[in-house]
T-cell receptor, first 108, second 114 residues
Framework: SQQGEEDPQALSIQEGENATMNCSYK?????LQWYRQNSGRGLVHLIL?????REKHSGRLRVTLDTSKKSSSLLITASRAADTASYFCATVQDKLTFGTGTQLKVEL | NAGVMQNPRHLVRRRGQEARLRCSPMKGHSHVYWYRQLPEEGLKFMVYLQKENIIDESGMPKERFSAEFPKEGPSILRIQQVVRGDSAAYFC????????????FGPGTRLTVL
């Protein structure tokens, strides 16, 4: 299996709820990044967390990184319908390696 | 400051034809990356280029695929003698420095091979 696997593969929640997505990886990393992709569109960078950081916030996003477990999580609080998209983690050694993504659907 | 630009956005080719995909990085960015995304999958790294140099092409298929980033003009991803399996979305990204920093993605080119 590839570096950077997201869990769950798909997630459906109601608007206002929190969404949590997890990413596991296999090798050592320099940093880990999360991206969002709306259907049929390019990727938008959300947040970068370095290997010596444990938690980072950006607006309604909270990212954690546990290098001992080789895992990261992305939490979106107070979700909105506009958050509906696919979310990818990407691990960085000398290049970005993307996971398979979590498809998030936020329903009204 | 315009973002990463890719053209065409959609490209249809018949088997055996050539596909040329163009990518203009953000202003001031000298590092370009190409990725391929198959339906329902994540992006797969293909190649990393700086001006006039291929730095890492470990993700490029050995045959039919080539990439360049000339001193002047956009980066080009060229696929010769396309086959149906080449149908995918091809994304270009750029960064001001080496790839451990944030990469900025273009909207992608969707290639369909008939």
């Amino acid at each position: 299996s590839q570096q950077g696997e997201e869990d769950p593969q798909a997630l459906s929640i109601q608007e206002g709820e929190n969404a949590t997505m997890n990413c596991s990886y296999k090798t050592s990393i320099n940093n880990l990044q999360w991206y969002r992709q709306n259907s049929g569109r390019g990727l938008v960078h959300l947040i970068l967390i370095r290997s010596n950081e444990r938690e980072k916030h950006s607006g309604r996003l909270r990212v954690t990184l546990d290098t001992s477990k080789k895992s990261s999580s992305l939490l979106i609080t107070a979700s909105r319908a506009a958050d509906t998209a696919s979310y990818f983690c990407a691990t960085v050694q000398d290049k970005l390696t993307f996971g398979t993504g979590t498809q998030l659907k936020v329903e009204l | 400051n315009a973002g990463v630009m890719q053209n065409p956005r959609h490209l249809v080719r018949r088997r055996g034809q050539e596909a040329r995909l163009r990518c203009s990085p953000m202003k001031g960015h000298s590092h370009v990356y190409w990725y391929r995304q198959l339906p329902e999958e994540g992006l797969k790294f293909m190649v990393y280029l700086q001006k006039e140099n291929i730095i890492d092409e470990s993700g490029m298929p050995k045959e039919r695929f080539s990439a360049e980033f000339p001193k002047e003009g956009p980066s080009i991803l060229r696929i010769q003698q396309v086959v149906r399996g080449d149908s995918a979305a091809y994304f270009c990204a750029s960064s001001p420095s080496q790839g451990t920093d944030t990469q900025y993605f273009g909207p992608g080119t969707r290639l369909t091979v008939l």
